[in-house]
């Protein structure tokens, strides 16, 4: 069936690098796409979002990217900080009632 | 800032028990959503509302699991009886409206079922 996943389950950076959170999706009919952080014992906190007609959108120190020739969506998070350390989701609506499905998840640690 | 409030945070009972959650969305949402978050997985959806209707619940195991939001306000999932399985983070987020993608999540219930 459709399904939205991830390439890499974890990821190690250091502080103030970037980082790239991969993703793939498998149904092309998608118009939309969520990214949400989880940090631990808390509920996913809406980060960034991209419709389909965009390859790109940035937002503060987070941009997006899209391609949709191989269906792969990307989170860069510019000069990470600590408090970027999380589990981070994408996610794409499903159905009538946009209830959305969500990707396994990238743990990102960052390293001091 | 509003924000989506649940009730217990955590919640330990024996299979076979019944248990049950509370979700108060943000004021004015009409659309709410209850999650089963695995531990390592994504949240999968459970049930979703627009207002006291239930729009979805096709991966709700209704055999054990109901839901409702009886005053298109605060909801309740419910569990009975409670399988070792159940054992997850029950997410509860709400939405401005049926049309809207912006979701917000509360701090989920942990539930662990012995």
Known sequence: GESVGLHLPTLSVQEGDNSIINCAYSNS?????????????KGPQFIIDIRSNMDKR??????????????????????????????????????????????????????? | EAEVAQSPRYKITEKSQAV?????????????????????????????????????DSQLPKDRFSAERLKGVDSTLKIQPAELGDSAMYLCASSLALGSYEQYFGPGTRLTVT
Request: glycine fraction near 10%; hydrophobic fraction near 35%.
């Open chain 1, 29 to 41: 009919a998608s118009d939309y796409f969520i990214w949400y952080k989880q940090e631990s014992g």
């Open chain 1, 58 to 112: 940035q937002g503060q120190r987070v941009t997006v990217l899209l391609n949709k020739t191989v269906k792969h969506l990307s989170l860069q998070i510019a000069a990470t900080q600590p408090g970027d350390s999380a589990v981070y989701f994408c996610a794409e609506p499903r159905g009538y009632g946009q209830n959305f499905v969500f990707g396994p998840g990238t743990r990102l640690s960052v390293l001091p």
């Open chain 2, 20 to 56: 049950a959650f509370w979700c108060d969305p943000i004021s004015g949402h009409a659309t709410l959503y209850w999650y089963r978050q695995i531990l390592g997985q994504g949240p999968e959806l459970l049930v979703q509302f627009q207002d006291e209707s239930v729009v979805d």
